[in-house]
């Protein structure tokens, strides 16, 4: 491979890397596309002067990827997007990371999600001493899917919910708003300590990740440095770039 084919390909590795971030921030709010999106289009302005918002330093990502991961399992479904946007303005942080961290939980993944939070949460509060109807966690747990199931095939049976929900509450020995709160204290503790383990395990292949281009870009720069240099010594070289003698002359003609 000739030193031009180097450099093409060494261009075409660079224009690649552009291409493949470019295709990742597509669906997700720049700076330019900011005003097209619900809710935050409202705040364009005061997004777009916020240079912290679009930044990709270090201090910007990670504590996004944290606090973006937390808020993605705290039981807030539907309005994610709005408290994302408040917190990143917050902690100084990226918002296109931000946001797309709330899609951890979508349409197909709050369920199991949301209800892993919450069975941690309940675990927590058991060890912290709080009472848990039935004794265990484990117990309590499986009385509420049960209920649950009954209610969903309620909806499709001849059962009405209403009667299921009052046999929860009747087997539990808990009125309906103290399950209620209950299962969002236990969402929400659960939730956090859920989404710190999800954040930790982001932000690792991030910077890991982060190590690798960086030190790959390094080297391409380097290649380039290295190729500029040989180009500049062709130029400079006799007979290479112009047709002027460069050679000394002869004194013995003086």
Known sequence: M????????????????????????RPLPRRA?????????????????????W??????????????CILSLMPIYGVQIPCAFALALLIRGNLMIMVATQFITNPV???????????IGLEILF???????????????????SHLKEMVSGLLGPNHPRATMSSLIQS?????????????????IGGAMLGTLIGFAI???????ANYYERSGRAIQLQFEEFARQAKLKI?????????????????QS
């Open 109 to 119: 993944t709050f369920v199991p999600l949301y209800t892993a939070a919450c069975f």
């Open 33 to 53: 596309t900011v005003h097209r999106y619900p809710f935050l289009k409202w705040f364009a302005q005061t997004a777009r002067k916020r240079s912290y918002l």
């Open 203 to 209: 932000s690792l292949t991030y910077q890991l990740m």
């Open 236 to 252: 400079h070289l006799p007979g290479k770039g112009s047709d002027k003698d460069t050679s000394p002359p002869d004194d013995s």
């Open 127 to 145: 060890l912290l001493g709080v009472d848990i109807p039935g004794g265990s966690v484990w117990e309590f747990s499986g009385t509420i899917a």
């Open 2 to 25: 000739t030193t031009d084919e180097r450099h093409e390909e060494l261009k075409r590795k660079v224009h690649e890397r552009i291409r493949r971030v470019k295709r990742l921030l």
């Open 172 to 188: 539990t020995g808990m009125s309906g708003h103290a399950l209620i709160a209950l299962a969002l204290k236990a969402t929400i």
């Open 55 to 68: 930044s990709f330093r270090r201090q910007n990502i990670v504590p996004a990827i944290y606090v973006g």
